[in-house]
Structure formats: C-alpha cells, structure tokens
C-alpha cells in the first residue's frame, strides 16, 4: 500500500432501527457502487421523532475507498 492513493466521499444514510443499522446501511451501499472500500468516518448523528418517539435515525458519514493503479 505504499503508492496507494485513497479517495473520500461523504454520504448520508437512515435507519428505522438502530444507528448501527444506518451506518451499515450506508457502507453496503458504497460497498455496491465502489472498489476497496477501506473505512467510514461517522460525522453527524441525527434522529426524527414522531409523536414523542424516534421515528428513524440519520448518519452522514465520510467513507474512503483505495483508487485502482
């Protein structure tokens, strides 16, 4: 990995269930679209809440993946 060149992109991702479930959400989908995802910064949490409960959870996250050579 010494030429490797590593590229960041941000992205939002949801959940009704859980914040790991959103974050997960998130990474299976870059995963589906990019080559050599490497990791995720989780930058923002957020949660809606509807009629006193929370409805849905809202990660935004920065995922870097390794460019091909």
């Known amino acids: 990995m010494s030429n490797a060149v590593a590229k ?3 992205l939002n991702a949801s ?3 859980s914040i790991e479930d959103a974050v997960e959400n998130g990474i299976r ?3 589906t679209t990019l080559d ?3 990791g995720a910064w989780i ?4 949660c809606v809440v509807k009629n006193g ?3 849905e ?3 935004n996250m ?3 993946f390794l460019l091909k050579e």
């Open 8 to 10: 960041v992109i941000e």
């Open 53 to 55: 409960k929370i409805a």
């Open 29 to 31: 989908r870059a995963d």
């Open 15 to 17: 959940s009704s269930k």
């Open 36 to 38: 050599n995802v490497e």
């Open 57 to 59: 959870w809202r990660v």
């Open 62 to 64: 920065k995922v870097t």
């Open 43 to 46: 930058q923002d949490i957020k």
